[in-house]
């Protein structure tokens, strides 16, 4: 088995894993993961061009527009135009959408957290460094492949 492989399979594991239980808070939401995405997008990014989320989500608009429609009727994103094109709509994030998202981020980070007490200080800090080095070297090789 190739080392990217190997990687690969852990690494999307791990994420799976920290994502799953993070997104527990959801339930006390009644948000599905895809709701979830567009908030978290717009968490990270500020405000945004519908058409950049579905862009950055690989997901076609007319499914961004459904998910919107929800997320606006709870309260979560509020939709405006963009004073420079009128054509376009631009989505925020409110207040109660992101106390959602620090929460999930507040579980997750918990979660790793209490995942890391089982190892040593000097693994801990070493898998920092390695994490760093590896997310540097995707983000410049994902340049070419995206």
Not at 29 to 44: G, H, I, M, P, W
């Amino acid at each position: 088995m190739g080392k990217g492989k190997v990687l690969e399979e852990l690494l999307r594991e791990t994420c799976f894993l920290i994502k799953k239980v993070g997104r527990q808070v959801l339930k006390d939401y009644d948000l599905t993961s895809a709701q979830f995405e567009v908030l978290q997008k717009l968490y990270f990014n500020g405000k945004m061009r519908m058409s950049d989320i579905s862009r950055e989500l690989g997901v076609a608009k007319s499914t961004i527009t459904g998910i919107v429609r929800g997320l606006e009727s709870a309260g979560y994103v509020v939709k405006a135009k963009d004073p420079n094109d009128l054509r376009v709509n631009v989505l925020e994030l409110t207040s109660r959408g992101k106390e959602i998202i620090e929460k999930v981020i507040a579980r997750r980070q918990d979660f790793v957290s209490q995942c890391l007490k089982s190892l040593d200080i000097g693994i801990t800090e070493r898998l920092r460094e390695d994490l760093n080095r590896l997310l540097d070297s995707i983000r410049k090789e994902s340049k070419d492949w995206l």
